[in-house]
């Protein structure tokens, strides 16, 4: 979360301090899950399952975008995690395994509460009180880690999801953006710019975590917009970036920013590509300090712009990088350039597509029912 203090316009104001992140519990028992004052039970009646196997997917985000820093992002189409949830009786009733991890990383751990997609679940079912019935889950990653593309957020909202989807459908997408948020705490911080475009889809802004308040932006549906999405062979953990994140800034930049993130905004709503991609590319808080950890990444966004991109920043906490444009055509043209550069001046292998935006989010694919 963010706390700003206002000062004098000469004088840094402070800004945004990462909260510690708690301790794990030792069991994965639903009930004895350690949660936030937010995850509580929701339901009166402990429901039922409607199937015995369901699969979601969850799509990549976009998280900051310039100047929107922890407080918008976006859902791209084509990239993200499934998760294969199963009723099992072998599992102990409450609880919850992880049977097996596949795709583009098998490090992770199975054990549910150093998982993102476990802590998800369980958040899940404590809201949902489930005490009668044990599952299994499997999830395969089609996101690499440290990408800057929501990996964990993915993880978490395809488990949410189908928690939610396997007994019935009973809590809303607020309520899920929550059960992520116990995830996302424990991997990078209580943050809602990955987790709650990952559930909702689209454009989504957080004005507020206490209570959480999250409004979706609507870009319209006759307008064309393509992101551009290179990805180094470069590993940015999320915690590491956010610690290279300046504790104090100029008031001119704390204003400076403002003006860009409600320009981005405006942008969206009136689905005005070119200055979404001005006020995408004009952070001056954030993003002077991140880039230079990414080898490359100033020569990358100036291939960008200079390929026509209407903006480029980094997408996240990096490392891949993030431009704009209002043609499928023009953006790989516009990708191959930032492979290019990514290249000649970082010496990193990188890989580019082409994106439109995911409007649906994390959804059901397919499902067994009883």
Request: aromatic share 6%; glycine share 8%.
């Amino acid at each position: 979360m963010a706390s700003l203090c206002f000062q004098s316009p000469s004088k840094p104001i402070s800004y945004f301090q990462p909260k510690s992140n708690p301790s794990p519990p030792l069991f994965a028992k639903v009930s004895v899950f350690r949660c936030r004052a937010s995850v509580q039970t929701l339901v009166a009646v402990e429901p039922e399952p409607v199937f015995v196997s369901v699969k979601t997917f969850a799509p990549a985000t976009v998280a900051n975008l310039g100047p929107g820093f922890d407080f918008l992002g976006c859902a791209v189409d084509g990239l993200g995690d499934h998760v294969t949830l199963r009723v099992d009786p072998s599992v102990r009733a409450g609880e919850i395994s992880i049977s097996e991890i596949t795709g583009t990383t098998t490090k992770l751990s199975t054990n549910p509460l150093r998982n993102c997609a476990g802590i998800a679940a369980i958040a899940t079912m404590k809201m949902l009180g489930i005490r009668s019935v044990g599952l299994s889950l499997d999830l395969h990653k089609g996101l690499p880690l440290g990408s800057g593309l929501g990996s964990s957020a993915a993880s978490a909202a395809a488990a949410a999801v189908a928690v939610n989807e396997i007994f019935g459908r009973k809590l809303g997408n607020d309520q899920l953006v929550l059960a992520g948020l116990e995830s996302e705490a424990k991997v990078s911080g209580y943050h809602a710019d990955n987790i709650a475009p990952a559930i909702m889809g689209g454009f989504v802004l957080i004005r507020n975590y206490e209570p959480l308040d999250l409004k979706p932006l609507r870009f319209p549906s006759d307008k064309d917009l393509f992101f551009v999405l290179v990805s180094p062979e470069f590993e940015a953990p999320t915690k590491k970036m956010r610690a290279a994140l300046p504790t104090e800034i100029p008031m001119v930049h704390h204003v400076w920013n403002s003006s860009q993130a409600a320009a981005l905004v405006a942008a969206v709503l009136e689905g005005d590509a070119v200055m979404l991609g001005k006020a995408l590319s004009s952070d001056k808080i954030v993003e002077p300090t991140r880039a230079p950890l990414i080898p490359g990444m100033e020569a990358v966004k100036k291939a960008a712009l200079e390929a026509g991109a209407f903006g480029c920043t980094i997408s996240g906490a990096g490392p891949t990088a993030v431009a704009v444009i209002d043609s499928e055509e023009k953006g790989q043209v516009i990708g191959e350039k930032m492979v290019e550069a990514f290249l000649k001046v970082g010496h990193l292998k990188s890989v580019a597509s082409v994106k439109k935006l995911d409007k649906v989010g994390a959804r059901l694919v397919n499902s067994i029912s009883r």
